[in-house]
Nanobody
Framework: QVHLVESGGGLVQAGDSLSLSCAAS????????MAWFRQAPGKEREFVTA?????ITYYADSVKGRFTIFRDNAKINLQMNSLKAEDTAVYYC?????????????????????WGQGTQVTVSS
């Protein structure tokens, strides 16, 4: 059974940087897409960024230019710079089952079969 474990959340001030990490444990799998989603209080979970096995990356417009996703096999990091109060959320790591088992657009939650437990990021203004 594959588990995704996030780490690195915390409380920072607006303008600061923070890095999140996600690693898989408990099994062997080869996800094609790995991604970060987030859920702010009272809001739906939303797509943040995703990356493929070949290093292609996608970003939500709200984080483009500030966030960077890095991947090393089944580990991903999220470098968050110039944080804003509106970045406050629980951040979730996600992974699909790999090709050809997974389908759907990279930004859709339904594409992803594996999810982490989430890590809180709070940005004070």
């Amino acid at each position: 059974q594959v588990h995704l474990v996030e780490s690195g959340g915390g409380l920072v001030q607006a303008g600061d940087s923070l890095s999140l990490s996600c690693a898989a444990s408990g099994g062997t799998f080869s996800p094609y897409f790995m991604a970060w989603f987030r859920q702010a209080p009272g809001k739906e979970r939303e797509f943040v960024t995703a990356t493929t096995t070949t290093g292609i990356t996608y970003y939500a417009d709200s984080v483009k230019g500030r966030f960077t996703i890095f991947r090393d096999n089944a580990k991903i990091n999220l470098q968050m710079n110039s944080l804003k109060a509106e970045d406050t959320a629980v951040y979730y790591c996600a992974a699909d089952q790999g090709l050809p088992y997974s389908s759907g657009i990279y930004s859709a939650q339904t594409r992803y079969n594996y999810w982490g437990q989430g890590t809180q990021v709070t940005v004070s203004s």
